[in-house]
């Protein structure tokens, strides 16, 4: 064998050894590369499984208050078409205020023998104050007489008030009784009824 083959056979098997080298340390650094995106995923889709269980978790508690609220809801709402037709079909005029002194409600009877003989209808009080349908004098002792009411040990007043009915005071033809409606324990209104006089 020639110096030359043997020289060319130790660069040629010290280069290939040296070009394995190469690849299996690229092929161990890409597997450790890949190893850690591995472990990273695998860490991130169990901090992910875990978000998704506590999402779940709330979720079922949401569901569960809506349903507790939409039980509410609806007895509460039972409660109101109860009241509210016992209410509207009481054959003498009776009305609802907030403390403010806000028409919240009036029935039939109060629209029929109050609103529209001066040109008013419900939509036209509910909503609204006293001045905005009744003269000053008569808008304010309403007011007044709310007042008493509210400050009253009984929490019910009962007499005569202003009615002006197209322009004619028929006050004598009624009596107001007004009585501070409750939710609870707490005043959340007027109430009242007039009721016609034998004179």
């Given amino acids: 064998m020639d110096y030359i083959e043997i020289i060319s ?31 990273q995923w695998q ?19 949401l569901y569960k208050k809506i349903a507790e609220h939409e039980k509410k809801l609806s007895a509460l709402n039972a409660k109101l078409l109860v009241m509210e037709s016992s209410y509207m079909h009481i054959p003498l005029p009776s009305w ?19 609103l529209i003989p001066n040109g008013f209808s419900k939509s036209d009080y509910v909503g609204q104050t006293d001045f905005d349908v009744w003269n000053e004098e008569a808008a304010q002792q309403y007011i007044d ?16 008030e202003l009615i002006i009915i197209k322009n004619v005071d028929v006050s004598d033809n009624w009596r107001v009784l007004k009585y501070v409606r409750y939710a609870g324990n707490v005043a959340i209104g007027i109430a009242g009824l007039a009721i016609p006089t034998d004179d």
Avoid at 12 to 19: A, H
Avoid at 43 to 61: I, P, T
Avoid at 145 to 160: A, H, P, T, Y
């Fill in 9 to 39: 056979a130790a660069v040629g098997g010290g280069f290939l050894t040296k070009l394995f080298d190469y690849l299996l340390n690229l092929r161990k650094a890409e597997s450790d590369d890949f190893d850690t995106i591995v472990a």
């Fill in 96 to 114: 609802l205020k907030d403390i403010d002194g806000t028409m919240l409600a009036v029935n039939d009877a109060y629209e029929r023998y109050f």
């Fill in 145 to 160: 007489n709310d007042i008493l009411v509210l400050q009253s040990e009984k929490k019910i007043w009962f007499g005569r």
């Fill in 43 to 61: 860490q991130d889709n169990a901090r992910l499984r875990e978000e998704n269980k506590e999402h779940e978790r709330r979720q079922n508690e």
